[in-house]
């Protein structure tokens, strides 16, 4: 026996030679800034996760984390090599981007996946990766459809005028403005110490939100735009230099499961939430705007599309009019009876 241990021992040293060095899998770190159980991260990038480290192999793994950090910082911490990986929400990131607009625009319609996939599309074809300096979008999305949320009924348009409304910058603080709110900027992490405070009489957010962060209590009256009121541009971005650090395989790996894919992957989750939610507080319970409501609403939102083609032609974009009309019947061709 001990003369074929020497023997056994050079057959396995050979075998590991042939089998060559084992390869080392690579591990991106992800950042969000909703815990586990939000519908983006648990049924949405969960996911993603799972895919990206089948298709490559093993060779790439998403590690999701939820750091403490304040999500406006989420775009920098990237850029800046603290993180891989974010998902981040550009109107928190004020005077960084003017065609991400597109999205926000009220009466693009859609649900959140088709409308998720028609932006990656649209943006990507039209605009490329031109405003991301530094990162580079591995998808790009919105939620469902935005609504106006408040602790008190609204029967009147005149009773907006002077209410205190946390919104996420952008077009929901131009429509904000046009109706005579009071518009508090802030992330939707601070949304229910707001309300309980009574720093703010309501939120803009989708309905999923409203669930997703315990807000039911705290506003009970959600109005609903036909068309939809506004959306919130979001992106999943990476480092550019963590991304082209990767190998070719590694790359192609992660764009395989990216893009539209992973844009309407998010905004699918979004849609699930958003039913779950309306399950939760009642059908009865989201009023869908109409009358004078609507009257007042129409009028705060006219002249905004117009408003965006002028920031998008000084930005650099020579034919916004056209851009968004793209966006828009890509949005309504995707839609169930068309």
Known sequence: MKHLLPGLAALAVAAAVAAGPAKAQRVLTLETYAGPNHAVNAAGLTLWAQQVEQASGGDLKINITYPPVDPRDLMDRVRNGIGDIAWMTHGYTTGRFVFTDMIELPGSGGNAEVASRAYWRVYTEEIGMREHRGVTPLALFTHGPGMIHTARPITAGEQFKGLRIRTGGGIQAAIANGLGLVTVSAPVTKAQEMLSQGVADGVM??????KSFNLGDLVTHHYHFPGNLYGSSMAIIINTSVLE???????????????EHLSGLIGSAWDGADKVAIDAFGADSVTVMEGDVLAAVQAATAGLDEAWYARAREAGLENPEAVLARLRAEVAAQMPGN
């Open 205 to 210: 957010f989708s309905i999923e939100t409203i």
């Open 245 to 259: 650090g990767l190998t070719e395989a590694q790359r192609q790996a992660l764009w395989s499961v990216s893009g």
